[in-house]
């Protein structure tokens, strides 16, 4: 039988060994992370793709894709620490905190609150892989201490991009529409992968915080989970029977930002027609068509109406609130109100690019809720 060249070593065909040249010359993309010489050709990407795909699907999984540094945890240099951060580590049992050595330098590394139950949690819906821009060796030492790499079908570093600092899913070997990805940056994600992403507010721990010695709030990991689990669920246990080979998990997760954050839609502002075609397309979680405007409603007070610039609707608003008030905000009862220490900036991201702040009245009392303060303040 014919061989397929369908990868290459050093240059050679995997299966007959024939020179790339001889093979045609086909498109390859290189998977230093499965072999330091290995490129595979576009073709079979896609065939492994599909493969994986209908494993992913028979098993009710999709593709989680994680950050490691600020989103699952925080790391430093042990020689950039303070000393009193080295005493208090020293005499506080941390049980989440380790020190890795690598060939050239040591490192203090601390998991961001609840990673490992995060992890534990995902892993039942989710096959992962990790993908950071720190070195391979890094990547790896702090991999062990999330469980090992037997818990992440691949991990991805530094030597293994296709461009500097630029995280792609073409390294990724299942289809798109599969994948979710969390990050704290996303600016670090090609401009095609936006759809897969939700970002993660950045975790810091180093220098220790004062809150840190005793309890640290970070519950971002929860509201992450929750959002995970809504994906989850709407991909796999929705009306559709046909799931999978059809559906799209970036369909599904902008319906969930949009159910999540676009309540804010004020129907008024928009003509019937559009009214029409915009409950359609929530419903439906699809393009909207010709919206104008978004009316933000903040703590019962409305806001500027943003003009919406394109035609896609992925809309999220996030709110910045200080140290102090956020501090206020962690002590504060469950479900009780905090009064805020001055105006607060409301950002609107559109399609992953911030178009305009908001400010929010003064001394508003807000009330305490998970998502008000977290991502979505859009209500
Ligand atoms: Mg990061």
């Keep these: 039988m014919e061989c397929s060249h369908p990868s290459f070593k050093e240059n050679k065909c995997t299966r007959c060994n024939l020179p790339i040249a001889d093979c045609g010359n086909p498109a390859t993309i290189p998977f230093r992370y499965i072999d330091d010489n290995l490129s595979i050709t576009v073709d079979e990407v896609k065939r492994v793709r599909d493969v994986n795909m209908k494993f992913l699907t028979e098993n009710k999984k999709l593709h989680l894709v994680l950050d490691l540094d600020h989103t699952l945890i925080h790391s430093m240099k042990?020689?950039?620490?303070?000393?009193?951060?080295?005493?208090?580590?020293?005499?506080?049992?941390?049980?989440?905190?380790?020190?890795i050595k690598l060939s050239?330098?040591?490192?203090?590394?601390?998991?961001?609150?609840?990673?490992?139950?995060?992890?534990?949690?995902?892993?039942?819906?989710?096959?992962?892989?990790i993908f950071t821009i720190g070195k391979r060796e890094y990547a790896h030492q702090v991999v062990e201490q999330l469980g090992g790499l037997s818990r992440f079908s691949c991990v991805i570093a530094r030597e293994d991009c296709l461009k500097t600092r630029q995280k792609t899913l073409d390294l990724v070997l299942s289809h798109k529409q599969t994948v979710l990805i969390v990050d704290d940056t996303e600016q670090v994600w090609e401009k095609s992968c936006k759809e897969?992403?939700?970002?993660?507010?950045?975790?810091?721990?180093?220098?220790?915080?004062?809150?840190?010695?005793?309890?640290?709030?970070?519950?971002?990991?929860?509201?992450?989970?929750?959002?995970?689990?809504?994906?989850?669920?709407?991909?796999?246990d929705g009306n559709n029977e046909d799931y999978g080979m059809k559906k799209d998990a970036r369909e599904v997760l902008k319906r969930v930002l949009i159910g999540r954050g676009l309540s804010?839609?004020?129907?008024?502002?928009?003509?019937?027609?559009?009214?029409?075609?915009?409950?359609?397309?929530?419903?439906?979680?699809?393009?909207?068509?010709?919206?104008?405007?978004?009316?933000?409603?903040?703590?019962g007070a409305w806001l500027e109406n943003p003009c919406v610039p394109t035609?896609?609707?992925?809309c999220l608003g996030e709110e910045r609130v200080n140290n102090e008030d956020q501090k206020k905000i962690s002590e504060s009862k469950e479900g009780s109100s905090v009064a805020m220490?001055?105006?607060?900036?409301?950002r609107i991201t559109f399609n992953g690019v911030v178009q305009k702040t908001y400010c929010v009245p003064n001394r508003k009392r807000y009330k305490k809720t998970h998502e008000v303060f977290n991502s979505s303040c859009l209500v």
């Design 341 to 346: 220490s001055r105006p607060k900036r409301l």
């Design 78 to 99: 042990i020689k950039k620490l303070k000393s009193t951060d080295k005493e208090t580590i020293k005499n506080i049992k941390y049980d989440d905190v380790f020190e």
């Design 264 to 299: 804010c839609l004020s129907q008024e502002q928009h003509q019937e027609e559009d009214q029409k075609k915009l409950g359609k397309c929530i419903e439906k979680g699809v393009e909207v068509c010709r919206v104008k405007r978004l009316k933000i409603k903040f703590n």
């Design 196 to 236: 897969n992403l939700i970002t993660i507010k950045r975790y810091d721990f180093f220098p220790i915080k004062e809150e840190g010695i005793v309890v640290e709030m970070d519950k971002e990991l929860d509201r992450v989970f929750e959002m995970l689990r809504e994906v989850h669920s709407l991909f796999y």
């Design 311 to 314: 035609k896609r609707l992925d």
């Design 104 to 129: 050239n330098s040591e490192y203090v590394l601390k998991l961001r609150p609840g990673a490992r139950e995060f992890l534990d949690m995902v892993s039942s819906m989710f096959e992962l892989s």
